[in-house]
């Protein structure tokens, strides 16, 4: 069996000794006397690297052997420098026991059990058998963090079946023998087989981003130490950028947000009323003593007032009625008639102006390509 070196969280190098190598599809398996790299576990991938500069993709365990996933193969019987991936390691060591440190305070809160536990690249997720408060989480997170600023000790511990029935611990399985326990002094104590650091001081700022309800519980996403800084940097970056679009300070872009969306409201309705106006004047103006087919051409109108423009319009037609709106793309139509079949005449109407749309006898409605004198020469020859 592989010694396993990874209980001290931050050796990340070591001399070592291949004692097996096998290809397989994936790369070659290669299995050494003593080794600090970790195999994936408790929700914590496994550890990439370099073995006498060949690359370990990744680290998994079999039957008790740690496996180093290779690039290429490696001598039986060769002395190794290992060297682990310091800047993933320590990422994940973060989040980890950070993931530790806030669970403690929780579970010494309210009790609750860490039922679900997922380390993903770019946050963690905590899920809790309760619900707990926002008011409940700043609590945790503030006194996780004193709890780094304090440098807490963190120390691993195997202890026997006799002392293990009489220790309270966390655990997600139940477990009699070979049973691994973090402890961080004073605060928490787990049944966990990953690296961790040797005090708290490591693990840096622990962040709360956000909470929700789950399965009756509530699931926590996390992010600690550098993994927060670069999120703390990417949030900055997008604010500087709403500060500067918005001339406001940092600190006051909800408030100019805010004032943007009410002005925004404003110009809206404003718009709204005017469309509403120039609709009505449309009407007040549309004339045909002919009572033949005819076009009302509009501009910067839309849907629901074209449709009052050619609710009205149809009555002095016995024909039809067209009600365009002009737009960049060329026209915005609704057609309406008391007397023809639309429905069944649509397919030649957008041929022949290039249009799409259709609807029922009394009304259709879609868009043409066709310029306006096109459009206005083929109502004007329209039967009616
Ligand atoms: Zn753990």
Do not use: W
């Not at 010494?108 to 059990?113: D, H």
């Not at 962040?207 to 990417?234: F, P, Y």
């Not at 970056?237 to 404003?266: C, F, H, Q, W, Y």
């Not at 022949?352 to 009394?362: E, I, V, W, Y």
């Amino acid at each position: 069996m592989t010694e396993k070196l990874f209980d001290n969280g931050t050796l990340f190098a070591f001399d070592a000794q291949v004692t097996a190598c096998a290809e397989t599809e994936k790369g070659y398996e290669v299995i050494l006397d003593r080794t600090a790299f970790f195999p994936e576990g408790g929700g914590q991938a496994g550890d990439a690297g370099t073995l006498d500069g060949v690359k370990v993709t990744d680290t998994y365990e079999r039957n008790g052997e740690v496996i180093h996933l290779c690039r290429s193969s490696l001598e039986v019987g060769k002395k190794v420098y290992g060297e682990i991936d310091a800047d993933i390691r320590i990422r994940r060591m973060q989040n980890h026991s950070g993931e530790h440190l806030l669970m403690g305070f929780i579970h010494n809160m309210t009790g609750y059990e860490n039922v679900g536990f997922h380390m993903g690249s770019e946050e963690v997720l905590l899920d809790l058998d309760g619900v707990i408060s926002a008011e409940d989480i700043r609590i945790c997170e503030q006194k996780a963090n004193e709890a780094v600023a304090a440098d807490v000790p963190i120390t691993i511990s195997y202890p026997d079946g006799e002392e293990l029935s009489c220790m309270e611990y966390r655990s997600k399985l139940e477990m009699t023998e070979n049973v691994r326990i973090v402890t961080i002094e004073g605060i928490d104590r787990c049944a966990c087989c990953a690296p961790h650091f040797p005090s708290t001081g490591s693990i840096g700022i622990i962040k709360v981003i956000s909470a929700e309800s789950n399965r009756g519980g509530t699931r926590l996403h996390i992010i600690c130490g550098l993994d927060a800084l670069d999120l703390i940097r990417q949030r900055m970056e997008s604010n500087a950028a709403i500060s500067r679009m918005l001339s406001a300070k940092p600190e006051k872009t909800a408030d100019a947000v805010e004032k943007l969306l009410g002005e925004n409201a404003a110009l809206k309705k404003q718009l709204a009323e005017n469309e509403r106006r120039a609709a009505e004047d449309i009407i007040g103006s549309i004339k045909n003593d002919s009572r033949k087919s005819f076009c009302v051409f509009t501009r910067g109108i839309g849907r629901n007032n074209m449709q009052k423009i050619a609710n009205h319009a149809v009555k002095l037609t016995d024909g039809a009625v067209a009600v365009l709106s002009e737009d960049a793309a060329g026209f915005g139509y609704i057609i309406a008639s008391e007397k023809l079949p639309l429905r069944a005449m649509a397919k030649d109407i957008n041929l022949a102006l290039g249009g799409k749309g259709g609807g029922s006898d009394q009304m259709i409605q879609g868009t043409f390509t066709a310029p306006k004198e096109a459009i206005e020469s083929y109502f004007k020859a329209m039967q009616m």
